[in-house]
């Protein structure tokens, strides 16, 4: 009896420290993936062509145009980083990579309203207003 009770002991110990590491190494390859896509979407983004889009498409300066007078206390995020991790959550990697590129090789009106479909789509209203205040602040600083 005393056995069992000590390998039910130790199986209950070794399935929580399996528990514990499970966790902490899907939080940090999370985090490694976040880095690497930051990385990737800042350094090949040119924010004055992003800029000029926006500027030469209505429909995205109307999508940006309530942006000041959203209230910030109540969103998920506010910052550039809270947004990548959230469309991170949202998107799979290949779907970022593939805006990405599309984006940097530069997008017709419709494809712009295309790939804003597309966020709208998959994001709820709240994310929605953190991202239009996120792109809001990074293209007026």
């Known amino acids: 009896m005393k056995f069992l009770r000590n390998v039910i002991i130790v199986g209950v110990i070794l399935a929580g420290v399996g528990y514990g590491i499970y966790h902490i190494a899907a939080g940090v390859i999370a985090d490694k993936v976040v880095d690497q896509v930051e990385q990737e979407i800042y350094s090949s983004t040119d924010e004055e062509t992003i800029k000029q889009s926006i500027d030469n498409n209505p429909e995205l300066q109307e999508f940006l145009a309530d942006a000041p007078q959203i209230d910030q206390s109540q969103l998920p995020f506010t910052t550039k980083e809270g947004a990548v991790k959230n469309l991170i959550k949202k998107f799979s990697v290949g779907e970022i990579q593939e805006i990405s590129e599309t984006v940097?090789?530069?997008?017709?009106?419709?494809?712009?309203?295309?790939?804003?479909?597309?966020?709208?789509?998959?994001?709820?209203?709240?994310?929605?207003?953190?991202?239009?205040?996120?792109?809001?602040?990074?293209?007026?600083?």
């Open 104 to 141: 940097n090789n530069g997008m017709t009106q419709e494809e712009q309203m295309v790939l804003l479909e597309k966020i709208e789509g998959k994001l709820s209203p709240e994310e929605l207003d953190a991202m239009k205040v996120v792109m809001y602040k990074e293209l007026n600083k």
